[in-house]
């Protein structure tokens, strides 16, 4: 299907998701999983060692948006080969005075995932996803699955279609 993993249907093989993410994906027909080396979860050794194009691979990151006195959560959808305008496009989009990257230590507890195995998928309810339009338009898209251990691989449009998720220009450049 892509690169070097043996993809099988993610409903299939729950024990490879983390917790929250074994629902969300079971309505999810065209979500695949694939069992990975732990340490190798990070995006470009794991596009490296598994032969998936970095264009192909979709990044989770956890924002904390702050205005006001009060923090507000929210995940952003970006290729591997682009960064997420965290300053400019997603602290407009959300109406926050700052935005940062969530401590490793809050995303984890928030999310109840692994860190470097965060996805969309299975997100507290109430938070936006905010995914970059070149993310939503591929075919393919490998993603976290909550934990370490394995990958994701969905349609761009799944992505598009999760609980909250918004579509827009996030990528910097």
């Given at each position: ?8 249907p993610a ?13 969300a994906?079971r309505?999810?027909?065209?979500a695949y999983?694939?069992p990975?080396?732990p340490?190798l ?5 794991f596009c490296a ?7 192909a ?9 702050k205005r006001g006195?009060?923090v ?15 300053n400019?496009a997603?602290r407009?989009?959300l109406?926050?005075?700052k935005?940062s990257?969530?401590p490793?230590?809050?995303a984890t507890?928030?999310t109840g995932?692994e860190y470097g195995?965060?996805t969309p998928?299975g997100?507290p309810?109430d938070?936006?996803v905010?995914v970059d339009e070149?993310a939503?338009?591929l075919?393919?898209a490998?993603?976290?699955s909550?934990?370490r251990?394995?990958k ?5 449009k799944?992505?598009?279609?999760l609980?909250g998720?918004?579509v827009?220009?996030l990528?910097?450049?």
């Amino acid at each position: 299907m892509l690169g070097k993993l043996d993809w099988v249907p993610a409903a299939e093989r729950a024990g490879l998701l983390a917790e929250p993410v074994v629902a969300a994906v079971r309505d999810v027909p065209e979500a695949y999983v694939a069992p990975i080396d732990p340490a190798l979860a990070d995006t470009a050794e794991f596009c490296a060692h598994y032969d998936v194009p970095l264009e192909a691979s979709v990044n989770c990151v956890i924002v904390a948006a702050k205005r006001g006195g009060e923090v507000r959560y929210a995940a952003c959808m970006v290729r591997a080969t682009d960064r997420a305008d965290v300053n400019g496009a997603v602290r407009r989009h959300l109406g926050a005075r700052k935005v940062s990257f969530a401590p490793m230590d809050e995303a984890t507890s928030l999310t109840g995932m692994e860190y470097g195995g965060i996805t969309p998928f299975g997100l507290p309810g109430d938070w936006p996803v905010l995914v970059d339009e070149a993310a939503a338009a591929l075919p393919r898209a490998v993603v976290g699955s909550g934990i370490r251990g394995s990958k994701l691989l969905v349609p761009g449009k799944a992505l598009a279609a999760l609980p909250g998720a918004e579509v827009i220009a996030l990528a910097q450049g």
